[in-house]
């Protein structure tokens, strides 16, 4: 690999960029910048190199790919800007099929860079539907953790409608990565505040929870999981580092709205049963919520939508009627999901992290976290007048939170793995 990079740097500085090293780094791009799985996107690149009759390779790292194109003529390669902040399934899609067209001879070099060109310019959601679904999946979320009033839910939808609204604003102003899940943070922080203080629910950990969970970066952390899983330890822990980062501006964003209120987020709450008939269908609302968050096509939502509404199944009968605690319902859970979504989402061509993870949004921990963060915010401003359980809550909440993330990436990540090694998919 080392070889391979030294050649790449040597011959690409002294030979020109070639319309095939063109079409290769643009779809290597375009996979990697919108929550393609690293192996899959690797996979892609040969493939596509083998299409157009070079051996490609490609070399990641956050915020980089180095591409290195070998033919009759020597090695070209470059180095190229690609960070992989954003999840589009859309773009994934359309990228995936170039690649089996070029690889099958049913596409030339020329064709395919017009292709990239135009998938490259493709338009995200429609800020109509980011916004409504935002709106629907928060509510839906709010259904699972037991909100049981009507005034409740239209809050917490509002909430996250105008957070969403509030997102897509700060997008065309700034492309900071922190700027906006803070300020739709702090939104639903300010929102269950005045919830506090006019009275209008007891919800108040839900009404501003449920429209931050809606912000949780899952794709990311189970894709950097599956890379430090295949030993790609640098980009691995860049792309953990880069969720948690987004989830402590959550974090911050929220404790900061409910500050400016005069509230502050119980450092424990019970959690109140959920029928099983109204369980499933919130998991149904969220899962297609997140399928539009990622700009999944409209005739493939069906399938992630089922397979959420089957887990979300299987992890009430393993609590509610087996007794089991949340972290082993969320492990079989997404056991279930892994080995479903695996072989699916390699026929569909879609990107692996972001359907699965839009399969079990329902099930992130992200009450426990925020409650955690909380907790440790009285913690500190409480001092030694702290409650004497205060501590054990936060403990609780945090043990909890890691647990249930660690249930659901191995359930999730184990099938995947399992799947390539038995089962991969042809190469070049």
């Known amino acids: 690999m080392t070889q391979t990079r030294e050649v790449m740097n040597r011959i690409g500085a002294e030979q020109g960029r070639g319309p095939t090293l063109e079409v290769i780094s643009s779809a ?27 051996r490609a390779n490609v070399f990641p790292r956050w915020g980089e790919l180095d591409v290195c194109v070998e ?9 190229i800007v690609a960070k992989p902040s954003g999840v589009d399934m859309s773009k994934v899609i359309a990228t995936q099929e170039l690649v089996d067209r070029v690889h099958d001879g049913r596409m030339v070099s020329s064709e395919a860079k017009v292709e990239l060109e135009k998938i490259s310019l493709s338009k995200p959601v429609s800020i109509l539907r980011f916004s409504a679904m935002a709106g629907a999946g928060a509510a839906a979320l709010g259904v699972i953790f037991g909100t049981a009033h009507l005034l409740s839910l239209i809050l917490i939808a509002l909430s ?13 102003m700034s492309h900071n990565l922190y700027v906006q899940p803070f300020c739709a943070a702090l939104f639903a922080g ?87 008939g109204y369980d499933v269908l919130a998991a149904g609302v969220a899962v297609a919520a997140y399928g539009s968050f990622f700009n999944m096509p409209w005739r493939m939502l069906p399938i992630p939508i089922l397979v959420g509404v089957l887990a979300h199944a299987s992890r009430w009968i393993v609590i509610s009627v087996a007794g089991a605690s949340a972290e082993i319902g ?28 839009a399969s079990v949004v329902s099930l992130i921990p992200g009450v426990f976290l ?57 190469g070049p």
């Open 71 to 79: 033919d009759g003529a020597g090695a070209h390669g470059e180095r």
């Open 190 to 276: 300010v929102v269950g505040a005045v919830v506090v203080r006019m009275q209008l629910s007891s919800a108040l950990r839900l009404v501003a929870v449920c429209p931050c969970m809606v912000l949780v970066p899952g794709p990311h952390f189970l894709n950097g999981a599956l890379d430090l899983a295949r030993a790609r330890i640098a980009l691995g822990a860049a792309r953990i580092a880069y969720a948690s980062l987004i989830t402590l501006m959550i974090c911050a964003g929220l404790i900061l709205g409910l500050a400016l209120g005069g509230a502050n987020l119980p450092a424990s709450a019970p959690f109140r049963s959920v029928p099983l």
């Open 370 to 426: 925020f409650r955690t963060t909380g907790g440790l915010v009285d913690l500190v401003t409480s001092g030694p007048q702290a409650a004497k359980d205060l501590f054990a809550h936060v403990t609780a909440d945090a043990t909890t939170a890691f647990l249930i993330m660690l249930a659901m990436g191995f359930g999730l990540i184990f099938p995947n793995l399992c799947f390539e090694h038995f089962a991969r998919p042809r």
């Open 160 to 172: 996250a409608t105008m957070g969403a609204l509030i997102r897509r604003g700060l997008a065309r």
């Open 28 to 54: 290597a791009r375009l996979l990697f910048a919108n929550g393609q799985t690293t192996e899959r996107m690797v996979l892609a690149t040969k493939q596509l190199g083998v299409g157009l009759g070079v």
């Open 330 to 357: 969320a492990l079989v859970a997404c056991l279930l999901v892994g080995i479903i979504m695996t072989p699916v989402a390699d026929c569909l061509r879609l990107p692996f992290a972001g359907v699965a993870f």
